[in-house]
């Protein structure tokens, strides 16, 4: 086997099928051909030649998508010929397709799943390619579960606690017209667990955003930024768990609906290491099917400022807080900062947004120009799934406590 876990034989039959159409390329159309020099001069249709140019010259995990049918390869061979390629070579090529052909029926069953294990090992970043994969699984998934949504969003303010040397956080959650697909859907619409460096879940004091108690088992909703009528979300605890639930509604468009939810959580946890290089993870689960996921991270100028934060994705297939590199997805996504304060906040994706974090800002009073904002933005995805912006936590013989205080006005 290979360093990377794939098959040696097959690492070796597709570097084989490149260097050998490279060589056979050089002898017909010289060292330096384009692609349409590979046409023009061997007498093949502008998009033949493009694609055998592209198996000699692409990444070999990518060769597969430019490969021509066997009409085409035919074609090239005997057209390769007639220009002087020496006949041993063209036979290598064939030999090299035919063993690649081999191999995908052994390696994937069929064409089809051998690329999407191709595709996998790609180090050529192509977020078509990714997008194309996730919509796909966007629209099982939604006939699967019975519901998806046209846009999910989790934002989170961290900011700094009563508490010396603690933090804040206010958690939103929303998903916007949810639709669903089948009779009696229940759907979880916000999952919220704090832990531990070790994994211990922290049982913590919550309030709802807005200052309203929520009835007994209800979720802290944002009334006024819900559809109406207003959705019906239970919440229920799974150790120190909070699971907020919304309950079955009306099937189809017409019954499509808009739930936020949000909460304070007023001492999260220390905003310096207890143990060298410690990590502090914040971010949200992706479990709805969506056409759009949009993660916001505002976070207090005094809190984390040397902090060179990282946007990891983790599958949820092992445990619903996976941190571990080996349940980590890849991404072309990245964590965009959008500067200070929210005046980049606004997206016509989730419609009173920013009017909505004003509200936000005001409960907890603090100006949201002493916050710096970062946001990813994912078409498709994966679920289930975390997103996850990631640092190292401030070294406490660097930290000036004093400094992260909020002033008394």
């Known amino acids: ?172 959650n929303g998903l916007i017209d949810l639709v669903q697909n089948r009779i009696g859907i229940r759907w979880p619409v916000a999952t919220l667990v704090v832990q531990e460096q070790d994994g211990a ?41 909070v699971v907020d639930e919304l309950q079955a509604g009306v099937v189809g468009l017409t019954g499509a609906r808009t739930i936020f939810t949000g909460e304070v959580i007023p001492c999260v946890g220390p905003i310096t290491a207890s143990v060298p290089d410690e990590e502090v993870f914040f971010g949200a689960g992706m479990r709805t099917p969506s056409e759009l996921f949009i993660l916001d991270h505002l976070v207090h100028k005094s809190l984390f400022p040397q902090a060179e934060r990282e946007l990891r994705i983790f599958s949820e297939l092992s445990s619903p807080t996976a941190h571990d590199e080996r349940d980590r997805l890849h991404c072309n996504e990245t964590l965009e900062y959008l500067g200070s304060g929210i005046s980049s906040a606004n997206t016509a994706d989730v419609p009173g947004y920013r009017k909505l974090l004003d509200a936000a800002f005001a409960q907890i009073n603090y100006d949201p120009n002493d916050f710096d904002l970062f946001r990813m933005r994912v078409a498709y995805p994966p679920i289930p799934a975390s997103a996850m912006v990631c640092h190292k936590m401030n070294d406490p013989a660097d930290f000036d406590y004093q400094s992260h205080k909020k002033e008394d006005e």
């Open 201 to 241: 879940e922290l049982a913590l004091d919550r309030f709802p955003l807005f200052g309203r108690s929520p009835e007994a088992n209800f979720a802290p909703l944002l009334d006024d930024f819900c559809s109406d009528p207003l959705p019906v979300v239970t919440r229920r605890m799974e150790g120190q768990s």
């Open 1 to 172: 086997m290979s360093t990377t876990g794939f098959p040696a034989e097959l690492h070796e039959t597709l570097r084989l099928l490149k260097e050998v159409t490279a060589r056979v390329i050089e002898s017909t159309c010289g060292s330096r051909a384009r692609a349409t020099d590979v046409a023009s001069k061997l007498g093949l249709h502008t998009k033949l030649g493009w694609q055998v140019w592209h198996v000699a010259f692409s990444d070999e995990f990518d060769l597969h998508r430019f490969l021509p049918n066997a009409a085409g390869m035919k074609q090239f061979c005997e057209a390769a010929i007639n220009k002087g390629a020496a006949p041993e070579q063209v036979q290598k090529l064939r030999d090299s397709v035919n063993k690649f052909y081999a191999l995908a029926e052994t390696h994937g069953s069929n064409r089809e799943m051998f690329e999407l294990i191709l595709d996998a090992h790609s180090s050529h970043t192509n977020e078509d390619k990714d997008e194309k994969y996730r919509k796909q699984a966007f629209t099982g998934n939604a006939y699967t579960f019975g519901v998806y949504a046209r846009a999910a969003i989790s934002s989170g303010i961290i900011y700094p606690s009563e508490e010396a040397g603690h933090f804040g956080l206010v958690r939103i």
